[in-house]
């Protein structure tokens, strides 16, 4: 039986008759060319005989143009519809190392004006012949001759995106409703046009990074295919209203697992902001059109950011030329502050050159949540909100509240306020515990600034703003963040008694480690700033405000504020991570845990969801 087998042709089963294989053997792609071209043929001659007519169709030809890879499959179904689709493509042998899952592609239709355009969604290979590799049979036949690759036909599975339509008015992209014609040729998309107008991405605005294939960057003549986000303003150079709404107002998400370059990315992507673009924004009295710059505020809390104002020493001259030419704003940021918030018992980060500020107890008048790190009672709240209440309302014109001066009201004023409030000395005992904590005490009040005389300077149009919290922990840091962030949201969203400093500017609120702050709320302060973030994300638009998160587990966001976020950039992450974080584009969420670093997918609003890598250096300083 072995003598058998190893006489017999191991594709066809005919016999051999021992001659040399180059003179006896036909590959079985030749076969299969000669067959299909006969039974083209045929079919033609066959159509004109019955009186069917005819339909010209671009045909693949053996001498490809230069980014032809093949044509449409006519041996298996064609099919368009609104709910599914079913559009495979012949990928020539020559071709075949070319082509990669999530390469987009050209199919011209009969009319030359319009094309398919569509993404490469799978690859496989089939056999030409019916030969079974299931049995111990196979692996002698490869002992005796090993199968060519040329053996199987490769197919790419194509998912359509969009019809482009050549008009007067230039290209066009519309919905899929027309289908691709049998054998008509399939060809990369390798047109800057083609490729912008197809995804339906930008020609300029914000540098993101580089449309990517497998974590390798898209070339168009010779270049890396760059990938802005939609940044409307007004023109620096021009002074032209640009049409449409910035991403940036319709909130971020920048999402990674440490180690898969997050920080790297986002500095790059903060930077590009940082361009002296004006935004238009409306006065928050007179209602007058105001032009103003974008003021960025960067919540920081590993100490990472403030090197944004240096140059990268290891960026040469001729790469960072090469960015420039491709719209990237490069180098450090002239204005950029840094303001570190005070608090007793730390010592402030290293920075360099740097201001200090304090956390006012006079944020609480408005905001008795601050002080409520837990979920107390109705009674035992009502009674603190009621005693605080009657502190700000004592304050006589020029006199600063102070938390210090607060608890001593309370000692002193003890019975007449248990009177008037109707307070019993159980919950006046469970107030006084919860106002008496050293975290309060070392926070409210210190150093000579307090954060609310100098908004001017924090929030200044055009200004880069980092507020370091590394020297914080705990309790600290959360009460200090969370006032920072109530005063800034409360003065965009709210409509009268505001702070003109943040009203009327159009501002960038980056927040690193935001799962910290914005998740599911467990305590009264927490609901606090959550149920605030929710509303400042559904009127940023109109405010010109955008929040850009940035985290490791996305999956902890508050379920409501991740649904307004629009623009949504996922580095590396974990499969558990992936399942759990709705907005993971579903075509993406078995690359995204083993994605490399400075790779992601980029959805942002009205554009498909794309692989992008990241610049590979940092276009600022990066020494962390």
């Known amino acids: 039986m072995t003598d058998d087998i190893l006489d017999r ?95 987009y592609v050209q199919i011209p239709y009969p009319s030359a004006d319009e094309q398919l355009f569509a993404v490469a969604d799978g690859l496989r290979y089939e056999p030409y012949t019916e030969l079974d590799d299931k049995s111990d049979t196979h692996n002698r036949i490869t002992e005796y001759r090993e199968l060519d690759e040329s053996e199987y036909v490769l197919v790419a599975e194509l998912e359509p995106i969009a019809i482009l339509d050549e008009s007067d008015d230039g290209l066009e992209r519309g919905i899929v409703n027309k289908i691709p014609k049998p054998n008509t040729p399939v060809s990369l998309s390798r047109d800057d046009e083609y490729l912008r107008t197809g995804l ?37 150079a021009t002074e032209e209203i640009e049409s449409g709404e910035p991403a940036i107002f319709r909130h971020a998400l920048v999402a990674g697992s440490t180690g898969k370059g997050k920080t790297h990315f986002t500095k790059n992507l903060l930077r590009q ?66 303001f570190i918030p005070e608090v007793a018992r730390t010592n402030a980060p290293s920075v360099g050159s740097s201001r200090n500020f304090g956390i006012p107890f006079e944020l609480v008048a408005s905001r008795p949540q601050l002080i409520m790190p837990y979920q107390p009672t109705e009674i035992t709240r009502g009674a603190i909100e009621n005693v605080l209440r009657a502190y700000f309302d004592q304050i006589t014109s020029g006199e600063e509240p102070r938390y210090e001066d607060f608890i001593s009201y309370l000692e002193n004023e003890e019975d007449p306020l248990k009177d008037r409030f109707d307070i019993n000395d159980g919950t006046w005992g469970a107030v006084m515990r919860r106002v008496r ?55 965009k969203i709210d409509d009268h008694d505001v702070d003109e400093h943040i009203k009327d500017t159009p501002m960038l609120v980056a927040v690193d480690e935001a799962h910290n702050y914005f998740s599911s709320p467990d305590s009264l302060r927490e609901a606090y700033i959550v149920s605030r973030a929710r509303e400042a994300v559904k009127q940023g638009r109109k405010d010109k405000l955008g929040l850009l998160l940035i985290t490791q587990n996305p999956e902890d966001i508050d379920g409501d504020i991740l649904k307004q976020i629009n623009t949504n950039v996922f580095l590396g992450l974990r499969d558990e991570v992936v399942e759990k974080v709705p907005s993971v584009p579903a075509e993406f969420k078995g690359d995204i845990p083993k994605f490399g670093k400075g790779q992601a997918v980029v959805k942002a609003p009205d554009v498909e969801a794309v692989e992008l890598i990241g610049l590979d250096t940092c276009v600022t300083k990066h020494g962390n």
């Open 9 to 103: 042709d191991p594709v066809t089963g005919d016999e051999s008759d021992d001659e040399p294989a180059d003179q006896t053997e036909t590959s079985a792609e030749d076969d299969a060319s000669s067959r299909d071209a006969s039974s083209d043929d045929e079919q033609r001659d066959a159509s004109k005989t019955a009186g069917v007519p005819e339909t010209s169709v671009p045909n693949s030809v053996s001498d490809l143009e230069e980014d032809e890879i093949g044509h449409v499959l006519a041996s298996e179904e064609i099919r368009i519809s609104r709910g599914d689709y079913n559009v495979n493509g012949f990928i020539t042998t020559e071709r075949r190392n070319d082509v990669r899952v999530g390469d």
């Open 200 to 236: 339906n991405i930008p020609h300029d605005g914000a540098f993101c990074g580089y449309i990517s294939v497998g974590g390798d960057a898209m070339e168009i003549d010779g270049e890396a295919f760059p990938y802005y986000l939609h940044n409307p303003g007004i023109d620096p």
């Open 273 to 338: 902001f940082a361009d002296g673009k004006r935004y238009l924004i409306a006065h928050h009295d007179t209602g007058n059109t105001l032009e103003k710059r974008l003021n960025v505020v960067l919540l920081d809390p590993e100490n990472e950011y403030w090197e944004m104002r240096d140059d990268n020493p290891h960026l040469d001259a001729e790469r960072a030329e090469t960015l420039r030419r491709q719209g990237v704003e490069v180098g450090g940021v002239d204005d950029l502050e840094v």
């Open 437 to 491: 904590d050293s975290t309060y005490r070392h926070v409210f009040d210190q150093g000579m600034t307090p954060i609310t005389e100098i908004t001017d300077e924090l929030f200044r149009e055009g200004r880069v703003t980092v507020i370091p919290t590394s020297h914080l922990r705990g309790s600290k840091e959360e009460l200090v963040v969370l006032s920072v962030l109530s005063l800034i949201i409360e003065n």
